[in-house]
């Protein structure tokens, strides 16, 4: 049922809307698989004290607060679900490589999960801690438009130097087609990554100097009706 809709999407409305879609179906499939859409959890003050029993310590939940869009509330059922499912207090890339294989069995889910990871690690140390977490989810589920844009637009900026590249562009296509292209009815022709990365050049390269950069990103983005609405599907969500 989710590779059809996914499917779909991709025929109707292209590249861009499928992007954004999966960049926010995707942290929310990690929020299910730590069991945090769920608010029946009474408050704790447990949790402020289990900050400190982990081997990576996060900051407390007050600050968390200030930094973020969440409320303590919110933040406690984060870490309490974070916490369970990674006593250590962080997640490495295999273990982000693991989670999204159970989400998508019948694919090879192996580089989007690696080009997620790279985005929620932000300080580029191998592992996603907490606070990585929580600040990644906040712009995603509780950003500004640009917010959110800006942050995937950072995830396909694969080498960070401010602009998306064909081969960027391809390399994120590919992944996309490998943990959902190749096993959807009836299968995405072998063409249709690279259609696709001409289409997203095409409707956003506005100079035609081969690279889309983040304004050329932005405003495109903000004029196309389909992406905006995928932008927000998911705000009411947690």
Known sequence: MQLVFFREVWEMEGLQTVGILLVVCSSL?????????????????EDDFELSTVCHRPEGLDKLQEQTKFTKKELQVLYRGFKNEC???????ETFKTIYSQFFPQGDSGAYAHFL???????KNGSVSFEDFVFGLSIILRGTINDRLNWAFNMYDLNKDGCITKEEMMDIMKSIYDMMGKY???????????????SFFQKMDRNNDGVVTIDE??????????????????????
């Open 217 to 238: 990103f932005i405003e495109s983005c903000q004029k196309d009706e389909n992406i905006m609405q995928s932008m927000q599907l998911f705000d009411n969500v947690i």
């Open 29 to 45: 499939k990690l929020m299910h698989f730590l069991g945090l859409i769920d608010f029946s959890s009474e408050d704790s003050v």
């Open 87 to 93: 006593p250590s207090g962080v997640v490495n890339e």
């Open 117 to 123: 990871f790279e985005a929620f690690d932000t300080n």
């Open 184 to 198: 959807t009815y009836p299968c995405m022709q072998d063409e249709a990554p690279r259609e696709h990365v001409e």
